[in-house]
């Protein structure tokens, strides 16, 4: 059952606990698919205008700070990538060409993402696609640090291995297994959350560990490589901020530990945890791309890495 909250206009609502969260209630799946667990107030009108949506950016609900979260790192990673462009011979310098794939992909998932957060209460079919975007263009993102990762990050022992070739085609692959398995969770969160959940973190989780299996290698396997290079501490700041954030998001904290104080705020240390990660790891192909020019010509199959992404896509 919906109630109307005094202030900030007519279209800010709170949503009964009793209601949303009983199973038993007569009629759950209506609004329960704009629940959030732990959180228990500031929630749009779940029928809202796309002018209501709009205006919520500059109202106090419990999706403003998301929006807001996402739409400025949008700003900063576009400044950061018209920058780049504008100091690159994008036509001849083939080296420069997998960072502004992965910049150009940063771009996207936060826009796509405050995009998904604005309009996701104008109905419960806009809800479903609005996150279907969402979930794609992270998993672009995920395909775009693959093949940064396959041009700058591998260590030298690997180069023109059997997986390093396959790489980025298999990141292709993981790409759209995990588009579709994490839009197919969504049908499952009101009848099986638990099993939602499981399925949604397997569907980031899995690419993630993929793409990250050269860091992996870099780290652990093969730690005398890159004693001396500079970009090895971003890899190590990267890859625990980027766990650090992962487990806040499966554990639902900190929103979990007391319900209903953390309605505005629910998700944005998660957000920016995760654009710190991301900040991180556009230093990660910068450091990675001066050290490869020092040996010109090492890995020249890259641009066929290119055309076979571009292929399967």
């Known amino acids: 059952m919906l109630r109307q909250e005094p202030g900030l206009g007519s279209r800010r609502i709170s949503v009964c606990w009793e209601c949303v969260g009983n199973e038993d209630s007569p009629r759950p799946h209506r609004t329960a698919v704009f629940h959030e667990q732990g959180i228990l107030f500031g929630y749009r009108h779940p029928q809202s205008s796309a002018t209501a949506c709009l205006l919520s950016l500059f109202q106090m ?37 997998p960072l502004l794939v992965y910049m150009g992909a940063s771009c996207v998932y936060p826009l796509a993402s405050s995009c998904a957060h604005t309009f996701s209460s104008m109905s419960r079919n806009a809800r479903h696609i609005c996150y279907f975007l969402d979930y794609g263009a992270v998993n672009l993102f995920s395909l775009g640090s693959a093949i940064a990762y396959s041009a700058y990050v591998f260590p030298d022992a690997l180069v023109n291995t059997v997986f390093h070739d396959y790489y980025v085609a298999l990141a292709v692959l993981n790409t759209i297994i995990s588009t579709g398995l994490s839009c197919y969770s969504r049908f499952l969160e009101v009848q099986k959350p638990r099993l939602c959940k499981m399925l949604r973190v397997l569907a980031f989780a899995y690419p993630y560990t993929w793409d990250s299996l050269p860091i992996f290698s870099r780290l652990f396997l093969f730690p005398g490589e890159s004693a001396q290079n500079e970009a090895t501490l971003y890899h190590q700041k990267h890859m ?74």
């Open 61 to 97: 609900t419990n999706e403003t700070l998301n929006i807001w979260t996402h739409l400025l790192p949008f700003w900063f990673f576009m400044w950061r990538f018209v920058g780049t462009l504008r100091v690159t011979d994008v036509l001849n310098d083939s080296y420069s060409w």
């Open 240 to 313: 625990a901020v980027t766990l650090l954030a992962s487990f806040l998001y499966s554990a639902h904290l900190p929103e979990r530990l007391a319900p209903g104080r953390f309605d505005y705020i629910e998700c944005n240390v998660l957000h920016l945890m995760s654009f710190m990660s991301q900040s991180l790891s556009q230093e990660l192909p910068q450091w990675e791309e001066n050290e490869l020019e020092r040996w010109p010509g090492e890995r020249v199959t890259w641009p066929g890495d290119v055309r076979l992404c571009c292929q399967s896509h």
